[in-house]
């Protein structure tokens, strides 16, 4: 439960007013369960619209309760030098004269609300907890904007990191190769060319995982769900992996009724599957195997992917899903990916109302578990 | 003949060692290269080191800097050279000046990346010829 002084000001030239106002009020503790916010009132009062001005030179309330009818100054001009001032005060106001006109003219100066003379202190505290909750809210509105421009800010600065790295291997075999460094013969420039086409697909790759990932957070996509068959996705996937599987000598295996079905969009299945398979390959052991399973639970469908690969250790898997999180060690060091894998297969899997669990052995191999929530059976 | 000066070179970016190994060799330095700190500490007890190239390695945010930390305290005369491409995308700035800076970052110079090879061949001729 947050904990707020939430600051009131009383202008009127009544100073029984204040008094009374002041008593029903002030040190008063409110709570506003659904805001997580407890209030604490702590009033001050101001006998006219000048020494008001005056005050505000050095501090400002959050509620202001302003009388419309003040000598000197009044009400309403308060409220337009408020106005302009542009700041954020709730005001609500307290008048004996209350007329239709003179409420629009107020409302439209950016009164928020108004309490009749004479009112009874019930009535003061309910006008005041609506003033509140807008404070409140005001206030959780702006910090949430505040976080979500950090949170902004942080990933941008780390993807320009990601991608400065190899712009700048890119630029270091140009430069050696005006240079000349290895002479004359082009055939000499053979690995360092290979290099730089390396770097450049794992850009290509993690602008596309990017765009995937912001696709998905953004719900910007339509998605298309409807009811699809898992075990032909699930062999088609895996065929495009055969290739390097075979190159390895890496043996991959399917257990999937043929009746499992489940209402899903094909493409996120599909590029969950992906990052599943392509990481059971990747991280895999020559020699070794990767199996896929999958099963019809009640409410949801589970997917196994086991591989005998390098494994991870408690440690490395606490980083797992962190985009751009990429586990770096000896094993690791000549296997490419963009680090955005995990994090696209979480947000997929968050829109299933799904979870993943990981059991991992290093030397010995990986287990991820996802379970997907599908509701017809 | 003058014997070769050693230069180690710590970054966990393939690219970045191959390709100074290859203009510092040329130069007339003799290279060698670690991708981690733990690599680089078991190169500094089997070989003399006559100068540190280290990169900040943001993966284990403080992994530069204690490798800097520990290669100047078994050797405090041996020069030091940090690579960091921290500046810039962070805002936070890794300047080698004032005093606070000096008490906690053992390093001789401090340069952003991108480093032209000609200037990296430049600090290391002056700090150890």
């Known amino acids: 439960m947050n904990i707020k002084t939430l600051k009131v000001w009383?202008?009127?030239?009544?100073?029984?007013?204040?008094?009374?106002?002041?008593?029903?009020?002030?040190?008063w503790k409110e709570?506003?369960?659904?805001?997580?916010?407890?209030?604490?009132?702590?009033?001050?009062?101001?006998?006219?619209?000048?020494?008001?001005?005056?005050?505000?030179?050095?501090?400002?309330?959050?509620?202001?309760?302003?009388?419309?009818?003040?000598?000197?100054?009044?009400?309403?001009?308060?409220?337009?030098?408020?106005k302009d001032s542009n700041q954020s005060i709730v005001t609500i106001m307290i008048t004996a004269y209350a007329t239709l006109d003179k409420a629009v003219q107020a409302t439209k100066l950016g009164a928020y609300d108004f309490l009749a003379k004479p009112f009874t202190p019930e009535e003061l505290r309910y006008a005041l907890r609506k003033a509140s909750r807008n404070v409140i809210l005001t206030e959780q509105a702006k910090k949430f904007e505040e976080e979500k421009r950090k949170v902004r800010f942080n990933f941008i600065s780390v993807l320009a990191h990601e991608l400065k790295s190899p712009i700048g291997a890119i630029e270091g075999y140009i430069n050696l190769m005006k240079m000349k460094q290895l002479g004359e013969n082009i055939a000499a420039y053979e690995t360092m060319l290979h290099r730089m086409s390396q770097r450049l697909y794992g850009m290509r790759k993690l602008i596309g995982d990017l765009l995937d990932l912001t696709r998905i957070e953004s719900g910007s996509s339509k998605r298309d769900l409807k009811e699809i068959k898992i075990k032909p996705l699930v062999e088609q996937v895996m065929d495009g992996y055969k290739e390097e599987a075979i190159s390895r000598n890496i043996s991959l295996s399917l257990i999937c009724d043929n009746e499992i079905k489940m209402i899903a969009d094909s493409s996120e299945i599909e590029m969950l599957l992906n990052n599943f398979i392509s990481n059971g390959i990747k991280y895999n052991k020559d020699n070794g195997s990767l199996k896929v399973e999958v099963y019809r639970e009640?409410?949801?469908?589970?997917?196994?992917?086991?591989?005998?690969?390098?494994?991870?250790t408690e440690e490395e898997q606490q980083k797992l899903f962190k985009e751009f999180s990429r586990i770096k060690n000896e094993k690791t060091?000549?296997?490419?990916?963009?680090?955005?894998?995990?994090?696209?297969?979480?947000k997929i899997v968050k829109l299933y109302n799904g979870k993943i669990a990981v059991k991992s052995i290093p030397d010995e191999g990986t287990t991820f578990t996802v379970e997907l929530e599908d509701k017809t059976i | 003949m003058q014997p070769k000066h050693t230069i180690l070179l710590v970054d966990d970016d393939d690219d970045f060692l191959l390709q100074h190994k290859i203009y510092l060799s040329n130069a007339g330095y003799n290279v060698i290269t670690a991708s981690s700190?733990?690599?680089?500490?078991?190169?500094?007890?089997?070989?003399?080191?006559?100068?540190?190239?280290?990169d900040l390695m943001m993966e284990e945010a403080?992994?530069?800097?204690?490798?800097?930390?520990?290669?100047?305290?078994?050797?405090?005369?041996?020069?030091?050279?940090?690579?960091?491409?921290?500046?810039?995308?962070?805002?936070?700035?890794?300047?080698?000046?004032?005093?606070?800076?000096?008490?906690?970052?053992?390093?001789?110079?401090?340069?952003?990346?991108?480093?032209r090879f000609e200037q990296i061949e430049k600090e290391i001729k002056r700090l150890i010829g």
């Not at chain 1, 296997?335 to 696209?344: A, H």
């Not at chain 2, 005093?99 to 390093?107: G, N, Q, T």
């Open chain 2, 37 to 54: 700190r733990k690599e680089a500490e078991d190169i500094v007890k089997q070989h003399k080191i006559d100068c540190a190239l280290i």
């Open chain 1, 10 to 27: 009383i202008v009127d030239d009544e100073p029984g007013m204040c008094l009374g106002a002041k008593r029903a009020i002030d040190k």
């Open chain 2, 62 to 115: 403080d992994s530069g800097f204690i490798l800097a930390y520990h290669l100047k305290k078994d050797n405090p005369s041996l020069p030091v050279i940090i690579i960091t491409s921290v500046t810039g995308e962070t805002g936070i700035e890794f300047k080698k000046n004032g005093k606070e800076h000096d008490k906690w970052i053992k390093a001789d110079v401090i340069l952003s990346k991108p480093v």
């Open chain 1, 31 to 82: 709570t506003f369960q659904d805001l997580d916010t407890e209030a604490i009132y702590k009033v001050e009062t101001m006998e006219s619209g000048e020494s008001f001005l005056e005050r505000l030179k050095e501090d400002s309330p959050n509620i202001l309760l302003l009388d419309g009818r003040l000598p000197g100054i009044d009400g309403m001009e308060v409220l337009e030098k408020l």
């Open chain 1, 298 to 312: 009640k409410n949801a469908i589970k997917f196994i992917f086991s591989d005998t690969g390098i494994g991870m």
């Open chain 1, 333 to 346: 060091r000549n296997i490419p990916g963009s680090g955005l894998g995990l994090s696209i297969v979480e």
